[in-house]
């Protein structure tokens, strides 16, 4: 859904730009036979003019501090900008079709800067390219606004593209037609040269913050950040690594964490008693009366609030916020953390997992049939390929759910419930399910929601209609979690289930600003009340919830949710999910925005801690984990 948010001066003008660019094209010939003698020499002028104007049309579309980005960050972006449009310049023969190629890719990169900060609350990231499929796959759910900046860079557009439309073609040999190529390639290496061998954040102070790189591109301009962004990531090895640490490490904390649990190191097989283990990774799942504007008319989802029989809840730190989805589902199932790989990294996209270990290939080695459920395209988030990496039997994509109960016009969850207990029921044996839903999915804007199911949140006494899109869908979530968690119940055989969100709603950046505001908490803290999803393991047999004691209530993060699950259900910890479970201890929580050290205190990632040592151990047992096992 598109719709125009301007002002009418501006549309006004900039009908009137295209007006002139439409008439620059029918007269094209006219125009260059009258003023020939005066744009004879204007082409060197106009290339000129196409490196600051590529330069704003990149910044204005998204970036409202535009007029108070530093000095020497303007001069590094048009210097890159240049080394770019001298590329396309050269290789595209310095015609007039590379010169305004050039300007439309900005302009692109602009608006797309525009769109997506509006819908997640952070720019486009290197890996955003990898993902754009998947991207596309899920944009009919969102409204997309054009205002006043992107009108504004429009009209630039539109001027220099009717400027270049006049200019005279140039006259082309086979030798100016080969120098050209060979200027082309020659900026083209240079650039490369200049890429690989600079490092940006320490050269020239170009810092991308994880937790706000909206900021940081506002900052210090969209091209650098991308570019800084871009060199991180190629994984590189901690400092101190070796294979051979990394195994010792791994091996000796978890035999330690095995003894003290009395657990046999050598235990290679499950109890005769293996339940079903299902995971439910809710699509934006989240409690928002963690913010008190939303807390004076909103107690957050009644039913997921109100278990009480639960061997563990509370607190989940999660790394995604407003989209990224598949990084949770990475965090779960593999046990890494995205705090040691850096922002703007989509592991699915990136990363050959075969061999990893992770929550299906052990539960696989126990005897289990593992499969996993999505209702969209298999190909979102490169998921029919990731999954057989990960060793999952079966993948349930959108083709399984033909005749599915919908809701906002995607798959509720209570049909993914469904086909869930359709696979315990198939097969009586041991099962892991890994169902990741859809049906909250943003944008929150469609007024698809019945009226009747629609909530009505007040923040200072008036509606959001976004907000109440939201918590109507988080309301549907958690009413089919509670039916779902009723068949459970009568189900006669063992089933531990563990149920998280992904992330919370990007709009969050907004709201979490307007509710804090004047709180004096630090930093960090406030950061990580974005980062924060409600998570649950719970079982219904009793004597499973009998062995695992008194319930916890203790925050976790994402990375150390498998083992916990693992452990609810009776099974042993292999060596991996033992090392994982005895980290916790010292590093308790661990996400992209950083990590809290044994004492409580929250940490960036980059310095020392009383857990120092032990953030170490797992940054090397993850590296060697995905980077350097054999499949």
Known sequence: MFSVQASLPLIVFSVAFLGCF???????KALCARLERKVSHAKPIAAALCVPAGFLLMEIPYNPSLGSMGAQFVILGLCVTGALFAIVYFLGQRSKTAMIAFLLACFVSGVANYFVSSFKGQPILPS????????ASVSSGYTYAIGNSVLTAFCLLIAMIAFIVILPKSKRTPRTMAAHAALGLAALAAFCVWFNVANIEKDYGCTVDVWSSLDSYQQHGSLLCFLERSQLLTPHAPEGYTPEEATRVRSEKAAAALAAESIDEGQA?????KPAIVVIMNET???????PNVAQSYAGPSYFNSIDDAIAKGDCYVSAMGGGTCNSEFEYLTGSSMGLLGAGVYPYMLYDLKGADNMARYLSSLGYKTSAIHPA???NWRRDRVYKQLGFDEFHSIESFTDAEMFRNMVSDASTYDLVLELLAQDEGPQFIFDVTIASHGGYDTGTVPEEEMAHV???GEENAELNEYISCIERSDAELKDFMDKLRLLDRPVVLCFFGDHQPGFVEWLSSEAFEADQMPEIELVQNRYVTPYMV??????????AGAPTAEPTSLNYLGATTLKAAGLPLDEYFAFLSATKSEVPLINLNGYQDASGEWHYHGTDSESGAAYAQLAMVEHNNLFEKDS
């Open 22 to 28: 439409v008439f620059s094209i029918i007269r094209r």
């Open 128 to 135: 955003d390219i990898m993902a754009l499929k998947t991207a």
């Open 269 to 273: 097989t499950a109890p005769d008693v």
């Open 285 to 291: 799942f989240s409690d928002l009366s963690r913010y």
């Open 377 to 379: 395209e298999s190909e």
């Open 458 to 460: 007040a923040l200072d």
């Open 538 to 547: 719970w079982t219904n047999d009793a004597q499973l919830r009998g062995k």
